[in-house]
C-alpha cells in the first residue's frame, strides 16, 4: 500500500527520507508518479512538500540559489535566469515543464536530466538535508557520482555562480524530433574568458555515460586558449574522452560517438545548429 505523507517542513520531509529507505519525494511527480500509474511503485511512502522555501528562487545577485521544487516553467518565467532558458525549455513540452522540478530532474536517468547537464557545466553545489539537521552542499559531480547509491536525503536547493556575461553560457539538446523529442544527447558549456583565452572552461555531456558528465579532455585542451578554429578541432578531438555511451532505442552507442564532436564543434563555434 501508498502512504502520502505531506509536510510543511523541509525538516520534516527530510527527517522522513532519510528514516525509510523506501520513501520516495514527489517533485514534480512526473516520473515518481508514472511509477505509480504504471504499477512499478505500490508500496512505501510519498512524501510532499508544502513549504514554501521549496520553490523559492534567488536569482538576482551573482551567486544563484534555486529551491529544488522550482519547476521548469518557473525558470522560464525569470528573466534574471534568461541564460538557462534554453536548458529548461528542453525538457518535454508545457504541460511537463509546469509540474517538472530542478531537484526531480538531478535523479532523472538517461536520457533525461538534461537541466542537470546544464547545472554540471555551471559546477553547482547541490544542497542535501539528510535527517533534521541544516543542509549540506555536495559538489555536483560527487551527488551525480553517489545518486545510483540512493539514500541521499532530500535535496533542498541548487546553487551556482551566475556567468560573467550571459553569452558565456551555451546548451544544446540533440534530439531526431525537434522540438520536443528525448535527448540523443545534451551538451553544456561554461565558456569563460580572461584577456580572449578560456579560463576554466567546463563542458558537461548528458547521455554520453550512465549519469551526465564533464569532458575533462575538452577542458583541458581549450584551457588557456582563444576559441578559434584550431582549438576547436582540437577539442572535438578529445571530445570522446571518459565517454561511455550506450545503445538504446534512441540511438546506438556507434552513432553517438559520431555525432557528438560534430555537436561540441557547433557549440564552441556558437552556431545555433
Ligand atoms: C512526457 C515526458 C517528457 C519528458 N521529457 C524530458 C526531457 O526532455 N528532458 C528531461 O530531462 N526530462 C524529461 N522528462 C523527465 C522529467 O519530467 C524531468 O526529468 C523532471 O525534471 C523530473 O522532475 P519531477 O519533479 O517531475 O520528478 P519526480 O517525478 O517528482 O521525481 C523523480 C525522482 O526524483 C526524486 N526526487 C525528486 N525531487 C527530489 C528532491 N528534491 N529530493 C530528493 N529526491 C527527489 C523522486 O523521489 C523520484 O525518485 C520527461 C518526462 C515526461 C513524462
Given at each position: 500500500?501508498l502512504?502520502?505523507?505531506?509536510c510543511a517542513?523541509?525538516?520534516?520531509?527530510?527527517?522522513?527520507?532519510?528514516?525509510d529507505r523506501?520513501?520516495?519525494?514527489?517533485?514534480?511527480?512526473?516520473?515518481?508518479?508514472?511509477?505509480?500509474?504504471?504499477?512499478?511503485?505500490?508500496?512505501?511512502?510519498?512524501?510532499?512538500?508544502?513549504?514554501p522555501?521549496?520553490?523559492?528562487?534567488?536569482?538576482?545577485?551573482?551567486?544563484?540559489?534555486?529551491?529544488?521544487?522550482?519547476?521548469?516553467?518557473?525558470?522560464l518565467g525569470?528573466?534574471?535566469?534568461?541564460f538557462?532558458h534554453?536548458?529548461?525549455?528542453?525538457?518535454?513540452?508545457?504541460a511537463?515543464?509546469?509540474?517538472a522540478?530542478?531537484?526531480?530532474?538531478?535523479?532523472?536517468?538517461?536520457?533525461?536530466?538534461?537541466?542537470?547537464?546544464?547545472?554540471?557545466?555551471?559546477d553547482?553545489?547541490?544542497?542535501?538535508q539528510?535527517?533534521?539537521?541544516?543542509?549540506r552542499g555536495?559538489?555536483?559531480e560527487?551527488?551525480?557520482?553517489?545518486?545510483?547509491?540512493?539514500?541521499?536525503?532530500?535535496?533542498t536547493?541548487?546553487q551556482?555562480?551566475?556567468?560573467?556575461?550571459?553569452?558565456?553560457?551555451?546548451?544544446?539538446?540533440?534530439?531526431?524530433?525537434?522540438?520536443?523529442?528525448?535527448?540523443?544527447?545534451?551538451?553544456?558549456?561554461?565558456?569563460?574568458?580572461?584577456?580572449?583565452?578560456m579560463?576554466?572552461?567546463?563542458?558537461?555531456?548528458g547521455?554520453?555515460?550512465?549519469t551526465?558528465?564533464?569532458?575533462?579532455?575538452?577542458?583541458?585542451?581549450?584551457?588557456g586558449?582563444?576559441?578559434?578554429a584550431?582549438a576547436?578541432?582540437?577539442?572535438?578531438?578529445?571530445?570522446?574522452?571518459?565517454?561511455?555511451?550506450?545503445?538504446?532505442?534512441i540511438?546506438s552507442?556507434?552513432?553517438?560517438?559520431?555525432?557528438l564532436?560534430v555537436h561540441?564543434?557547433?557549440?564552441?563555434?556558437g552556431?545555433?545548429?
Amino acid at each position: 500500500m501508498l502512504d502520502v505523507r505531506s509536510c510543511a517542513s523541509l525538516s520534516e520531509a527530510a527527517g522522513i527520507l532519510s528514516g525509510d529507505r523506501q520513501a520516495r519525494l514527489v517533485g514534480g511527480g512526473t516520473l515518481v508518479m508514472r511509477d505509480v500509474n504504471e504499477g512499478r511503485l505500490t508500496h512505501g511512502t510519498l512524501v510532499r512538500v508544502t513549504d514554501p522555501a521549496f520553490r523559492q528562487m534567488n536569482a538576482g545577485g551573482a551567486r544563484i540559489e534555486l529551491g529544488a521544487g522550482v519547476t521548469m516553467a518557473m525558470v522560464l518565467g525569470n528573466r534574471d535566469l534568461a541564460f538557462l532558458h534554453p536548458a529548461a525549455r528542453a525538457i518535454g513540452g508545457p504541460a511537463v515543464r509546469t509540474m517538472a522540478t530542478v531537484g526531480g530532474n538531478l535523479f532523472a536517468q538517461t536520457p533525461y536530466g538534461d537541466f542537470t547537464v546544464a547545472l554540471l557545466a555551471l559546477d553547482a553545489q547541490v544542497v542535501v538535508q539528510a535527517g533534521y539537521g541544516a543542509g549540506r552542499g555536495v559538489p555536483i559531480e560527487e551527488f551525480l557520482a553517489a545518486r545510483e547509491r540512493g539514500g541521499q536525503g532530500l535535496v533542498t536547493a541548487v546553487q551556482f555562480a551566475r556567468p560573467h556575461n550571459p553569452g558565456d553560457f551555451r546548451f544544446r539538446k540533440i534530439s531526431r524530433i525537434r522540438p520536443k523529442g528525448i535527448s540523443l544527447m545534451s551538451i553544456a558549456a561554461l565558456l569563460q574568458a580572461a584577456g580572449g583565452r578560456m579560463s576554466q572552461p567546463r563542458i558537461a555531456y548528458g547521455a554520453m555515460a550512465p549519469t551526465p558528465i564533464r569532458a575533462r579532455g575538452v577542458e583541458r585542451v581549450l584551457e588557456g586558449k582563444s576559441l578559434d578554429a584550431g582549438a576547436i578541432q582540437a577539442a572535438k578531438q578529445a571530445a570522446l574522452e571518459g565517454c561511455r555511451p550506450a545503445s538504446d532505442a534512441i540511438a546506438s552507442e556507434w552513432y553517438r560517438r559520431e555525432v557528438l564532436p560534430v555537436h561540441l564543434g557547433r557549440l564552441l563555434a556558437g552556431e545555433d545548429r
